[in-house]
């Protein structure tokens, strides 16, 4: 669905914006619909293909209103930002800008195949920049095999000074998933918890990056502890726990306004806010007497329903993409377990039965996994299918913990915790669990939530 | 480390708690060097000791009862917490107008959010037992910290245990 939306923008872009002398985009191989048969791609032989992706060009250098500086300049990053998506991630191993040719403005539709099959390139990103009105900057992106001298992609953009990374990454995105045959995730946003301090005295702060880490903000001080950020699918606010008033309570912050408010007035503590798929619902946990239950209230306000009723903890919850089903946390049975209900509370179940505790379920976007935390001595991050099986572990490490998906379900953000200092950091894996990379933040960082993939 | 060292204050303390017993307005803390001591109104405690009443005179008075501690993942009141909170509720019951908030807390070797929600039942489970003691519901009130202030800071057993607890904190 995603994919088909970004193939749409990117095929209307390019009709406006590039000459049409290529043949039309070759769709994408359609995404795997949510089944359970998916496999994980283990061995892929894309993942060692050489590509090349030399610097943007432009018809002439001009003054830009972008980060970046000049359109010629301008190219030169954009190839960089499309480098690094796809090297940091494992994905490929691009060689980017500064170790290549610069091709001109005429190549850009018509690459000297040859110049590229001697520098042993199998794949080549090409593309280009250009100045529009009103201070926007057009930028196009092609994909080429060269052993086969044949175009596979093209898309292009319009895009304002302050998102050139935007057309980088959905240039990332466009290459990756035309050659992976996965869905995009690199046009993304995270929100996290920027923390420094003692471990006693930790300041947590609400903080949004890119998904490469780029165009960073804090949005609170620090004044009050922040913690478990949820990004609004449509990116426009941020629902989280802060003790702003000196108690546990769920606020949301409004990304247009920077303003915050309380999501909903209550004497009791409040935890563990969470969106369904289209918005329109959110879920927390209150305690009450110290017993915590599982909620859902509409987002614009409305009468909250209970859906669990157990005594003892319910937390946390994740929809199903297609907002059926919950899953989430109890410890009903003795200790914190993994169950599924349907989105109305109906039918609870117990799924996880691995020994040990297993915590904060998040449903994969494509509904064919559930990412958790297992805690058996450490904390580790692990996947399931949706029945309870097929458990397997991603992580090995002393403290990992609240595992949260990339757009296209690939990628498993989580924090990770320092034995003894308690410094905190975002990382990520891949679903082989090979590809394990610390994400660079400014401060230490924890709670990651990953958005979706952009419009 | 400082194991005998430990050992020795615990001694102290245990005699401190037989004196305290036999002769309440026993100071609690050595007071000042003479030649050193330009005031006698520190925080630390005089001759006088903190204002009857106040948190400070709570803390004083609770002698490292004004915590209780549980086990991984409960948060039952076990013997020596009831005798805390007994101390708490005798204390609580002599200064009437005094409110309380009870704070909730775990150690790190659990997740976040069930570490909320886990230190919000501790803290309830305290102050249930304060009720239960005849202190008015309205009076106590209860916070959880879940995991993110510990007060020992290590990484192992001795440090977990003594994060895993629920304090009690008067409202001066």
Known sequence: MKLARFVLLGALCSAAALAQTAPPVAAPAAPPSGGIDVTVSDDSDWQDLGIAIPSFATDADVPTQTSAGSTSALGFSLASVITADLKNNGLFKPVGPADLPRPGFGEVQSPSYDTWRSRSAEML???????????????????????????????????????????????????????????????????????????????????????DGANHRYLTTGQATALTPRYSPDYKSILYLSYFN???????YNLDTNRQDLLLASKNPLFAPRWSPDGKWVLY???????????????????????????????????SPDGSKIVFESDRSGSQQVYVMNADGSDQHRISFFGGRSATPEWSPRGDQIAFTHIAGNLRIGVMSPGGGEMRYLTDSWQDEAPTWAPNGRIIQFFRTARTSGKTGVWQVDLTGRNERKLETPVDGSDPAWGPLRP | MNQPLFRNLALIATSAVALAACAPKAPKVLPPDPGNAVSTNTT???????????????????????????????????????????????????????????????????TREYNLALGERRANAAKNYLVGMGIDASRISTVSYGKERPVALGSDEGSWSKNRRAVTVTID
């Open chain 1, 125 to 211: 990103v090409q593309g280009y920049v250009r100045a529009a009105g009103d201070g926007q900057v057009t930028v196009g992106c092609y994909l080429y095999d060269v052993a086969l001298g044949q175009q596979l992609g093209k898309a292009g953009w319009t895009v304002a000074p302050g998102d050139w990374r935007r057309a980088a990454h959905k240039c990332a995105d466009m290459v990756y998933a035309r050659l992976s045959g996965e869905n995009p995730f690199f046009d993304s946003r995270i929100a996290y918890i920027a923390e420094t301090g003692p471990k006693d005295r930790r300041m947590k702060r609400l903080a949004i990056m890119d998904s």
């Open chain 1, 246 to 252: 000196g108690q546990p309570r769920i606020y949301i």
């Open chain 2, 44 to 110: 630390g405690g005089t001759l006088e000791g903190p204002a009857p009443g106040s948190q400070a005179d709570f803390v004083a008075q609770m002698m490292g009862q004004d915590s209780i501690y549980f086990d991984t993942d409960k948060y039952n009141i076990d013997s020596q917490d009831q005798a805390a909170l007994a101390a708490q509720a005798q204390w609580l019951a002599k200064y009437p107008a005094k409110r309380a908030t009870v704070e909730g807390h775990c150690d790190e070797r659990g």
């Open chain 1, 285 to 319: 946990s209150m305690a009450a007497a110290g017993n915590t239950d599982i909620y859902k209230i509409p987002s614009g306000g409305g009468t909250a329903v209970k859906l669990t009723d157990s005594p003892g903890i319910d937390i946390g919850g994740s929809f």
